[in-house]
C-alpha cells in the first residue's frame, strides 16, 4: 500500500470505529426500527411510529425508535423490527396502532414476544422461523436490499458500522484502471433498461478527450408502475453515493449529479441528508479521506417528463431546456454534459458498484447467468399477492417470480399476463413464465426486461386496455420531435380507443400492426422505438380479445366501462342486506317490491362500489359483457 | 379583513408585487443563471403554486432568453401548471399498477363528487384535480396523493371519506333529486 493509500486507510478506519462504537451502544438496549419508505407511510407507518413512542413514554421505557426504509415486504406495511437482547430480532408485519400498543406493553414492557403478529426472525433461532423459510427467502438473493430497511437511511454511521464507504477506500488504493478492469471483469451490465455493459462505458469515458468530465446518476425511474429505485434512494442512499464516487474516481470527474424524479420528495429529502453527512464525513468535497480526489454531488430535480429518463433529453434537462432527446453518437461517454465527456448510470447499476470492488469481480460472476451476471431487482405489483421488491439471481424464471416469491395471484383468481419492461416491454402469456429472466432472453418474445417493474395481471383485466393504456401514456410523453412517434402513436391510440368503446373495425388489427412496425422505424429514441411493444405483444398473444372486442363488442375481462352492464343476480341477493344501496353514490341501486335489489342502468355509472360492498357478502352484483342495452332482466 | 371578493381576472397591483418580489428571490438564489432556468422554474412555482405569466416575463427578462423559451420549458414538463392550483391539491395516480386495479375509477368519482374533469379546479378554488404518472407506490396501488400525502389502496367509498374530512358536504339523496327536478 502507497503512502497516500495508508492515509486513506487510517482516515477510513476512523470513521468506521466511531460508526461501530456508536452502533455497539445501540445494540446493547432494545430498539425500535419503523418502516417509513413512502410505502411504509402510505400504510399508516408514522401513526404507529407516534403510538411506538407515546407508548414507550408511558411505560417508562428506555427504548429507542428509529426511522429505516422499506425491506421489500410492502404488502405487509407498515413492517417493524424490534430488538431486544436475549431475543432474536423479529420482524412484524401490517402493524396498526392497536398492534403497537401492545407490542411496547407485552413485549417491551415486558417479555411476550407477541409471535401472533410476527412475520419472522432476522436470524436462525430457536423459537422463530427466519424469511429464509419461505419461499421467497429461499430464492431471494440480496446484494443491493441486504441493508434496506434495517439501517437508519438519515445516519451515515449505520451505512460506515455495516462496512459502508470500504470500497470506496480500496477503490482510492486500486486506482483509476484497475477499478474500471475490477467493473468491467465483473460484466456488470445497466439496470437502468438497456443492459449496456457499465465497464465499458466508464472506460470510454475515461479515454475520452476533453475536461472536466461528470458523472450523473439516472434516478428519473419513469416507468409508470415500478419502484426499485425510489425504495434504494430512500432505504439505502449512502450505498449509492459510495457507487457513484467511486465512478467518478474512476472517469476522472469532479462532479457528479444524481437526476431524480420530482415525484419522490422523500427520497429527495434523505438523499439531501446522506450528501450532507458525507461531505461532513468527508467522504464527499475536497480530498475525499484525504487523498487527491475531490467530488462533489448536485441533485437535480427531475419536473416529470418520462421521456427525460433518456440519456441525452436528461442532459438537456440539466443544462436547463425542453427535454428532448439528441441523436447519438456521439454518445454522452464522449460528449455529454456541456459536451463534455459524462457518464450516466442507473441508481440500481451503481448501487452493486461498491459490492463488486468489496468482493471482486469473480464473485459477481458466481450469481446469474454468464451473460447478465449478478442479481435483478423487481417491483411486484398488480395481482400477485406478495407485492414489493424482490432481488433475485438473472435467470431466475418469471414462475418462480411470480408464484415462490410473489405467492401467487390475489383472490385464487387465474393468471392472465406479466406486464415487464413497462411502456417499453410487453405482456408475456402463461408459457413465457418459463423463461429464464435475463437482458436477452424477453427480446425474443418481443418484451424486455426494462429496468425490473413486473405488474402482474389476471382474468379481470383485459389486455386491450393495457395496450391503450401504454400508447395514451407514451402519446402523452412523446417529445414530439419525431413525427412517427407524435402521430404514429396518436393513429394507434385513437383505434385502440375505439376498440374499447366498441367501435372497432375488423382492419383495425393488420392496421395497428403496419402503424407500429412505421413507428419503430421512423423514431430516434427508444421512447418511439419501443412504444408499439405493448401492443405487439398483446395482439400476438391476446388476439382473441382484440377479436371479441370488435366483433361481438364484448371485453372478456369485463373491464372495459363501454361494454359492460351491472347487474344484481336475484337468487343471490338477500332480502335482508341492503349494503349495495349504502354504497351507491348515485342511487342507482333500488328495492323491488319483492325486496332484493336491482340496478338501473341509466343512472349506474359503473363506479364498482356495490360490486366491492357485495364480495364479501353474497357475491349477487355481477358484470356483463356485451352490455345489457334496457332493463332486459325481471 | 376585506369582505368576499369576486373572483378576478388579472392580478390585482398587490398580487403582482408579491409575485415580482418572490421572483425576485428565486433569482437572485441562482443568480439569473440560464441553465439553472428549470430550478428557477421550480422555486417560483414552490412560492407561488403555479407560474403566472407576469412570473415568467421577469425571469425570462432576467436570464435574457426569449419569453417563448421560458414558456417552452413550462409547458414541456409535466409538472408545472400555469393557473394557480386549489387550496387542496388531489392527484390521482394513473400508473400501470394503478390503472389496472382501478385507478379510472377512482379518478371518475372525484370527477362526479367536484364536479370538474380532471385537470381543473372547483369555481371556489377549493380543490385541483390532476393524474399523476406513479408515485412509486405501486404495491399498495390504487393511490392518491391528497396534499402530498399518499393514500393507499383506495375505493369509491373512500374518495367520499376524504372529500368529507375536508368538510365538503356531499349530495344526499332528496338534495340532488331536487336539483334535478327528478322529484316524483
Ligand atoms: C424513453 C426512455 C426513458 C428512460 N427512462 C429511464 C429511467 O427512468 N431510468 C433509467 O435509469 N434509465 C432510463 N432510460 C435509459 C437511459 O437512457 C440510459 O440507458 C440509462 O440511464 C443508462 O444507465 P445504465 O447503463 O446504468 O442502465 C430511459 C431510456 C429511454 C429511451
Ligand atoms: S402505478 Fe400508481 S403508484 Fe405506481
Known amino acids: 500500500m502507497s503512502v497516500s493509500g495508508l492515509k486513506v486507510e487510517q482516515a477510513y478506519q476512523q470513521l468506521k470505529i466511531q460508526a461501530q462504537q456508536k452502533l455497539a451502544g445501540l445494540q446493547e438496549k432494545p430498539y425500535v426500527l419503523v418502516g417509513t419508505a413512502t410505502c411504509g407511510r402510505a400504510a399508516g407507518a408514522l401513526n404507529v411510529m407516534e403510538t411506538f413512542c407515546n407508548e414507550i413514554e408511558k411505560h417508562q421505557l428506555d427504548v429507542k425508535v428509529l426511522e429505516v426504509g422499506c425491506m421489500g415486504h410492502c404488502y405487509a406495511e407498515p413492517m417493524v423490527v424490534i430488538n431486544k437482547p436475549g431475543f432474536p430480532q423479529l420482524c412484524y408485519g401490517s402493524v396498526d396502532e392497536g398492534i403497537a400498543a401492545r407490542l411496547v406493553s407485552d413485549y417491551l414492557a415486558n417479555d411476550d414476544p407477541c409471535f401472533e403478529f410476527a412475520m419472522a426472525a432476522l436470524e436462525p433461532n430457536d423459537l422463530f422461523p427466519t424469511f429464509s423459510d419461505y419461499p421467497r427467502g429461499v430464492y431471494e438473493q440480496k446484494i443491493v436490499l441486504t441493508d434496506c430497511g434495517l439501517i437508519d437511511p438519515q445516519d451515515i454511521d449505520h451505512y460506515l458500522a455495516r462496512d459502508g464507504y470500504t470500497a470506496l477506500a480500496k477503490a482510492l488504493d486500486m486506482g483509476p484502471d484497475s477499478v474500471i478492469a475490477e467493473i468491467k471483469n465483473s460484466k456488470l451490465r445497466g439496470r437502468g433498461g438497456a443492459g449496456f455493459p457499465t465497464g465499458i462505458k466508464w472506460e470510454t469515458c475515461k479515454n475520452a478527450a476533453g475536461t472536466p468530465k461528470y458523472v450523473i446518476c439516472n434516478a428519473d425511474e419513469g416507468d409508470p408502475g415500478a419502484f426499485m429505485d425510489r425504495a434504494l434512494l430512500e432505504s439505502n442512499p449512502h450505498q449509492l453515493l459510495e457507487g457513484l464516487t467511486i465512478a467518478a474516481y474512476a472517469i476522472g470527474a469532479a462532479k457528479g449529479y444524481i437526476y431524480v424524479r420530482a415525484e419522490y420528495p422523500l427520497a429527495i429529502t434523505r438523499l439531501r441528508t446522506a450528501i450532507e453527512q458525507a461531505r461532513e464525513k468527508g467522504l464527499l468535497g475536497e480530498s475525499v479521506l484525504g487523498s487527491k480526489f475531490s467530488f462533489d454531488i448536485k441533485i437535480f430535480q427531475g419536473s416529470g417528463a418520462f421521456v427525460c429518463g433518456e440519456e441525452t433529453a436528461l442532459i438537456a434537462s440539466i443544462e436547463g431546456n425542453a427535454g428532448i432527446p439528441n441523436n447519438r453518437p456521439p454518445f454522452p461517454a464522449i460528449s455529454g454534459f456541456h459536451g463534455k465527456p459524462t457518464i450516466i448510470n442507473n441508481v440500481k447499476t451503481l448501487s452493486y458498484v461498491s459490492h463488486i470492488i468489496n468482493h471482486g469481480a469473480d464473485w459477481f460472476k458466481s450469481i446469474g447467468t454468464p451473460n447478465s451476471p449478478g442479481t435483478a431487482v423487481f417491483a411486484l405489483a398488480g395481482k400477485v399477492v406478495g407485492t414489493g421488491l424482490a432481488e433475485v439471481p438473472m435467470g431466475t424464471t418469471l414462475r418462480t417470480l411470480v408464484y415462490d416469491v410473489g405467492n401467487g395471484i390475489k383472490d385464487d383468481k387465474n393468471f392472465k399476463a406479466v406486464q415487464i419492461g413497462g411502456p417499453s416491454g410487453g405482456c408475456l402469456p402463461e408459457p413465457a413464465l418459463d423463461l429464464p429472466i435475463d437482458f436477452d432472453s424477453l427480446q425474443e418474445a418481443g418484451a424486455m426486461m426494462g429496468s425490473g417493474g413486473l405488474v402482474v395481471l389476471d382474468e379481470d383485466d383485459c389486455m386491450v386496455e393495457i395496450a391503450r393504456f401504454f400508447l395514451e401514456f407514451t402519446q402523452h410523453e412523446s417529445c414530439g420531435k419525431c413525427t412517427f412517434c407524435r402521430l404514429g402513436t396518436k393513429q394507434m391510440l385513437d383505434i385502440l380507443t375505439d376498440i374499447t368503446q366498441g367501435r372497432g373495425k375488423p382492419e383495425d388489427i393488420d392496421l395497428l400492426w403496419e402503424l407500429a412496425e412505421d413507428i419503430k422505424i421512423g423514431s430516434l429514441c427508444a421512447l418511439g422505438k419501443t412504444a408499439p411493444n405493448p401492443v405487439l405483444t398483446t395482439i400476438r398473444f391476446f388476439r382473441s380479445e382484440y377479436e371479441a372486442h370488435i366483433e361481438e363488442g364484448r371485453c372478456p375481462a369485463l373491464m372495459c366501462k363501454d361494454l359492460i352492464t351491472y347487474h344484481i343476480v336475484p337468487e343471490k341477493c338477500s332480502k335482508l342486506c341492503d349494503a349495495c344501496i349504502g354504497s351507491c353514490p348515485v342511487e342507482a341501486v333500488y328495492t323491488r317490491p319483492d325486496m332484493l335489489k336491482a340496478i338501473d342502468l341509466e343512472k349506474c355509472v359503473k363506479c364498482d362500489n356495490c360490486l366491492v360492498t357485495c364480495l364479501t357478502l353474497y357475491q349477487a352484483v355481477a358484470k356483463k359483457s356485451p352490455p345489457v342495452v334496457e332493463e332486459g332482466e325481471s | ?184
Open chain 2, 1 to 184: 379583513m376585506e369582505p368576499m371578493e369576486e373572483p378576478k381576472e388579472e392580478p390585482m397591483e398587490d398580487e403582482l408585487e408579491i409575485i415580482h418580489a418572490e421572483v425576485d428571490s428565486v433569482l437572485k438564489r441562482y443568480e439569473s443563471n440560464p441553465e439553472k432556468l428549470i430550478p428557477i422554474l421550480q422555486g417560483v412555482q414552490a412560492k407561488l403554486g403555479y407560474l403566472p405569466k407576469e412570473a415568467m416575463l421577469q425571469i425570462a427578462d432576467a436570464v435574457q432568453i426569449p419569453e417563448v423559451e421560458v414558456y417552452g420549458v413550462g409547458t414541456f414538463y409535466n409538472q408545472f401548471r400555469l393557473n394557480p392550483p386549489g387550496k387542496h391539491q388531489i392527484k390521482v395516480c394513473m400508473g400501470t399498477a394503478c390503472h389496472m386495479t382501478g385507478g379510472r375509477i377512482i379518478m371518475d368519482s372525484f370527477e362526479r363528487r367536484l364536479e370538474i374533469p380532471e385537470g381543473e379546479t372547483t369555481p371556489d378554488r377549493e380543490f385541483s384535480l390532476e393524474r399523476v404518472a406513479c408515485v412509486g407506490c405501486c404495491a399498495l396501488a390504487p393511490v392518491v396523493l391528497v396534499d402530498e400525502e399518499v393514500e393507499a389502496k383506495v375505493r369509491p367509498t373512500r374518495v367520499d371519506g376524504i372529500l368529507l374530512g375536508f368538510g365538503m358536504e356531499l349530495p344526499s339523496a332528496n338534495n340532488k333529486q331536487k336539483e334535478e327536478g327528478r322529484e316524483e
